[in-house]
Structures are given as C-alpha cells and as structure tokens.
C-alpha cells in the first residue's frame, strides 16, 4: 500500500497507528515496525475479517464434522486466513496480552481440520461469492455460557444485568475466577483481539443458557454492545444461530419447558440493528447436542452477511421468520418475513438443497415449528440455574473419594434422564479385564466412544465414567491436600471432563472436602 506511519509509544510502553483504508488485495504484502528493533510480517493480505465465538457446536472442529475426509481434501484456500486463540483461559480483568501465543494460518488440509467448522464454512463462502481474502478468528470454549463472552461495558449497557455489572467491577487482579465468571472469558480470548480491525462475528452459543428466556434477550443485548465497543465499530456485523432442534418433541403447546423460551429470546434479540439470526431447526439430531452438518450452519450465516453486510439484496437473508398473527374467524392467517417468492413445505435431506414437495402439507408439528415453539424435554441434563443468575451449578457427575478410592457418582436429579450407548460393553468389559492400568490412560480416544449416544443404562455410564477416573488414579494420589482441586482439573483436561460452572459457594463446598464437581462434555459425544 506504500504508506508510513509515525507514532510514539506512552509511558507504559503502548503506541498504536492507523492506515488509511485499503482496497481488497490477495497480493502478498509486507508490514515492518521499526523503532529500537525491526519487525517485518510478510504475505500479508487484505480482506474481510471475523470472528467466530461460542460454545461447542462453534468449537467443534472441521474433522468432526460432515464427510470431514473430503471437505479437509479440500480445503486448500490460500486467500482464507485462520487464527486460533489459544487454549481456554481466563482472567478477572481485561488482558492486553493473549495468555498463550497464536499465530495466523493459510488455510490448507493441514491447517483447517481443527478449526470451527462452522467459522470455516462460513468464510468459504464468503471468500467464493466476494473473491476477496478473508481472515477468521475462532474464540470458542464448549459448555460455556453467554455471560463470560460479555464485557463491563455491556453489562453496563443494559440496566437488567445491574447485578453482573456490579460483580465484574468489583474483580480485583488477583480475583478467583472461572470459566463461568461473568466477563472472565471475555478478558483472556477476546480482549486481546481488540482493536483488530473486524467486519463482524458469528456467535453459536445458547445451550448452556437453554433454561432461559427474556434474560437470554438482555444478555445477547449486552454482548453485541460490548463488542462493538471494544472493537471500536458501532456497525460491527453480529449474527448467531439459533439452537438446533434437540431431543424428542413433546406436545405441550405453550412450550417453554425446553429450548423454546431462549429460541424466541434469540429471534426478540434480532431488534439488534445490523443483525441475523440463522434458523437450524431442520438439520438438528434428537440425539445429538452437536449436529454434525455444520456446512449449512456456516452456509446460512454467510447467506445473512452477504445480504446485510455486503449489500447482495438478491439474496433473501434467512428462511421465513414468524412476524405476526390474525385471527379470521375460525381461522388464524400468520405472517412472515423473509418468504422470497413465497412458502412451500419442503424436506431438507442431508447436504441437499431443501426441496419442494408439491403435494407436501403442514401439520401442527410445522406450524408449532414455524412459531418457534418446537419442546423439547431437558435439553442439558443436569443444568440447574440458581434464582440468583450470578450463580450458576452443573452437578452432573461428583467426583469423590471413598475408602482410598477415587470413584464417580451422578447426581441422582439427573440420572433419570442419563442414556448411553450399549454397544461399547465390550470396551467395558475389556476395561474390567485389563490388569495394565495404563488401558484407558493411552486409549482416551477409544474410551470416548464408551458415551456417543442416548438409548442405553445409566449403570453402564457409571460403570464407564468410574473406571475411567480409577485408570487415572496415579493423577489423583498427591498426597497434598490442597493440591487436590488442582489434580482434578489436570484430569478433567486429559479426559475431556470440563470442571462445572459453579457459585463462590458451592466451588468452597465441594472443592475443599476434597471433592469436585464436573459435567462429562456431552457424555463424550465426540468421535
């Protein structure tokens, strides 16, 4: 671009420019800081930059996805740039500096399989219909809730959430936090991003929030503010997916008692200027938390930047979103946005284009559909959210000491509704045979496969869950007390096991008997 930019470095060692507007480029550049030293950054592009955040159906990975041998094969893109933020840390106040360090990649098979799927189907799309380079960042961390994406400011923002403002003011920089401490995510993985220049961000998150409703409404209200904030662009681009269809339905019309209430909090949020909402309710999995066909997720976010943000009018943004309702007598006459040329019944199958059927009808599972008021029954198990939303406890599995012995309980409010997989007690049964205590240690990924589904025994989930914390015991046998806590986290990161969100409270109860608290990650769904 030729320019040069000039600038003098604070007392506390900060200094920052700005470059004029640059035009699109996929020509390879150079970028060189000097001052007491020389920095130079070479094949460096200019394009469209986003961020992909949330939980785990933003982190899951493209290897984990839908026919991941031939999109990896594939997915040679040298004008898509991608950046992963390190690790899942946390911080009481906002950090300047990431806590691990990370680097920016051009997208190639080696590089994208463990990116976002989601984050990566979007920018392929993106980079296809603009023909210009595109960077994507992924900020993601499964089980996690809204709040500790959210800024201060946010918070500050929205009068509702008084109550988180006032605890996040009060974090001092040696204040204990975790990872569902209000705004502590946000001050390690995304703080450090600000002010890089972004377009937009995609968000796929709600699941551990699912037992909200018009709370969720305030909370993504102070998200998007925070954001645009902090990344210094009041126009920042801000759309998210609604939650997938989950679990079986259930007759009740006045839903609520599933992810109904936090779906129509999603879709209220859309009075957000400069937002999207991408509807997923025909390509969830009653059995499964994460659907695998995260190409079209990718796709129909795409579908609403390159309608909103790029200017593409042609395009219709979404499919038809509930607006209003009349009632004609004996009949209700509803209406819609976004119908394009008008509706139709159709079936999406797989990967496929969502086709008409010509002599297809609606029955009252699509129209409950259609007004977002798909039930479901508890769609995460063992998600208690306290009156007092500060605190938050997810008991699913204890992990405790009984009789020298490290063993795994479940929360008995849960395990009702607890299923898993019969098909793996051979694995099991292998397990109980082994006298080599390393079995499962060096077959984490194969002892993953032990939980995939929902249709079996509550006894086998802990039979699997119990063996797995006792093949791992010499983790758990430091003869300091208070290293426990410590030693069970460690644990938890080799089994994929995250340490649940949990109250001051509740953390102090548990955590220094010794005994912690822990959520299987959907009961290992990963393969």
């Not at 939303?389 to 699913?396: A, F, G, K, N």
């Amino acid at each position: 671009a030729g320019q040069t930019k000039t600038a003098k470095a604070g007392d506390d060692g900060k200094w920052m420019v700005k470059l004029d507007p640059l035009t699109a480029s996929a020509k390879a550049a150079s970028l060189t800081i000097a001052g007491n030293n020389k920095i130079a950054l070479d094949n460096v592009l200019v394009g469209e930059v986003w961020i992909c955040s949330g939980q785990s159906n933003m982190e899951w990975s493209l290897n984990r996805s839908m026919n991941p041998k031939e999109e990896i094969a594939a997915a040679n893109h040298p004008n898509i740039r991608l950046f992963n933020v390190p690790g899942h840390t946390v911080s009481p106040v906002p950090n300047d500096k990431a806590a691990r360090p990370g680097s920016w990649q051009v997208c190639s098979p080696k590089s994208s399989p463990g990116f976002s799927a989601v984050g990566y189907f979007f920018g392929r799309r993106l980079q296809k219909e603009l023909g210009v380079p595109v960077g994507l960042v992924g900020s993601n961390w499964g089980g996690t809730r809204i709040e500790p994406w959210t800024t201060l400011a946010g918070f500050e923002s929205v009068p509702e959430l008084s109550k988180q403002a006032e605890q996040v003011k009060n974090y001092k920089t040696d204040t204990k936090v975790g990872g569902g401490h209000p705004s502590a995510i946000y001050n390690s993985m995304v703080h450090p991003l600000a002010p890089l220049a972004m377009r937009g961000g995609i968000w796929y998150q709600g699941e551990s929030n699912g037992g909200e409703h018009m709370s969720y409404y305030h909370k993504k209200h102070a998200l998007v503010n925070g954001w645009r904030k902090v990344f210094q662009n009041d126009k920042l681009a801000f759309y998210w997916v609604q939650l997938a269809n989950f679990r079986k339905e259930n007759q009740n019309p006045e839903g609520g008692d599933g992810w109904a209430k936090i779906r129509e909090a999603q879709t209220k949020a859309l009075d957000i200027p400069g937002t999207g909402m991408a509807v997923i309710t025909d390509i969830g999995a009653a059995n499964d938390i994460h659907p695998r066909n995260k190409q079209d997720v990718g796709g129909r976010l795409a579908q609403w930047a390159l309608h909103q943000t790029y200017g593409k009018k042609d395009l219709v943004p979404a499919g038809p979103l509930y607006k209003s309702q009349k009632i004609e007598g004996g009949s209700i006459r509803l209406s819609f946005d976004h119908v394009g040329k008008g509706l139709m019944v159709g079936k999406k199958t797989g990967l496929e284009p969502t086709a008409e059927l010509k002599e297809g009808k609606l029955g009252e599972d699509d129209l409950r559909a259609a007004l977002g008021l798909i039930c479901t029954l508890d769609p995460y198990p063992g998600l208690a959210v306290e009156e007092d939303e500060t605190e938050y406890v997810v008991p699913d599995v204890f992990v405790s000491k009984k009789q020298d012995r490290w063993v795994v309980e479940l929360n008995p409010e849960i395990a009702p509704r607890l299923r898993i997989n019969s098909d793996y007690a051979s694995l099991i049964k292998r397990a109980d045979n082994s006298a080599d205590n390393t079995f499962l240690k060096d077959n984490l990924q194969e002892a993953r496969w032990f939980i995939k589904s929902l249709q079996s025994r509550n006894e086998t989930l802990m039979k699997v869950a119990s063996k797995i914390v006792e093949y791992q015991r010499g983790f758990l046998e430091y003869g300091d007390e208070a290293m426990k806590p410590l030693v069970l986290r460690d644990v938890a990161e080799q089994l994929e096991i995250h340490e649940s969100t949990v109250s001051r409270a509740t953390a102090n109860k548990y955590m220094q008997t010794p005994r912690g608290i822990f959520e299987l990650k959907y009961f290992f769904s990963s393969h």
